[in-house]
């Protein structure tokens, strides 16, 4: 019997502490607030203000899909600030989601030794953009579902060491745009294998290095994997996530529920 009762006690009380959790999270940022010149791949990459981000992401009435997805591009890349993914603490940048903010995604980075969940990158393209941070993965996945939103053909590119996408236009030409860098190359993959010097141009005139185009060619010059959209692209990460935060509310307030439930059905037992 007092066991039983322990556990009813214990179902609330982690009840209670899960949803005084998400209280709490509602008043905090996932946004990181300072950054050192060290933190971030290219200089002075300081992302746009999420808000402002949101405000222009829809395609215009009057902008064709080319000019559209050229300027998602450069949106996306200034919505995000670039980090050195792997060179820091985990919380730091908030790469292992916060209790506040998902602790089904928090204890997954805590205990699985998974390393998708210990850093995560979120498949949802908001939170991302809220979050400010992010790599190649990041920046692409957003795009992905903006295009699927406008309804633009497109694939996520898969290099061995960066991702890009592959945007199908209806004139049956495919561009490479690559949000990571903001960069759109008029070329489809295809074409940039057999000639990586194309892409000289595109990333020289925006302002990278001889280094950062030595690294873009080894990466360019490496068979690629298609992917149709983020769903295929992260199938089981993509749907859990999904599901955390459809559950991260309901599952501690049907514990409290049922925890009182249990007590109140428990005391008209003993009064019978």
């Known amino acids: 019997m007092k066991f039983l009762v322990r556990w009813k006690l214990l179902l609330f009380i982690l009840g209670s502490s899960l949803t005084a959790v998400n209280v709490y999270g509602l008043f905090q940022d996932i946004r990181p607030a300072h950054f050192s010149p060290e933190d971030l791949r290219f200089e002075g990459d300081i992302a746009v203000a999420y808000e402002k981000t949101l ?11 080319k000019d559209y997805t050229s300027r998602l591009s450069h949106v996306i ?8 993914w792997v060179s820091f603490d985990n919380t730091k940048f908030n790469q ?3 209790i506040w903010e998902n602790y089904f995604l928090y204890f997954m980075g805590k205990v699985s030794s998974i390393p998708e969940f210990e850093r995560y ?3 949802d393209y908001k939170r ?7 790599i190649c993965g990041d920046a692409s996945m957003i795009m992905s579902q903006l295009l699927e939103i406008e309804g633009i053909q497109h694939d996520i590119i898969n290099f061995p060491s960066h991702i890009v996408v592959g945007v199908n236009f209806s004139d049956g030409t495919e561009f490479v745009q690559d949000p990571d860098f ?3 190359i008029p070329h489809s993959p295809g074409d940039i294998q057999n000639n990586v010097n194309i892409i000289n141009d595109f990333y020289s005139n925006a302002g990278y290095t001889e280094s950062d185009l030595a690294k873009l060619h080894k990466i ?11 769903e295929h692209f992260i199938t089981k990460k993509y749907y859990f996530e999904y599901l955390t935060y459809a559950l991260k509310w309901p599952l501690p307030i049907f514990m409290m529920l049922l925890a009182l ?12």
């Open 182 to 184: 903001g960069i759109t």
């Open 121 to 123: 990158h979120f498949a």
């Open 55 to 65: 405000s222009v992401l829809a395609r215009n009435v009057d902008e064709s899909e």
């Open 77 to 84: 890349s200034e919505g995000i600030s670039h980090i050195h």
């Open 128 to 134: 991302s953009l809220k979050r400010g941070i992010g």
């Open 96 to 98: 292992l989601i916060p």
């Open 220 to 230: 360019y010059d490496n068979k690629y994997k298609r992917w149709d959209d983020v």
């Open 261 to 272: 439930f249990l007590f109140i059905r428990k005391n008209k037992i003993l009064k019978l």
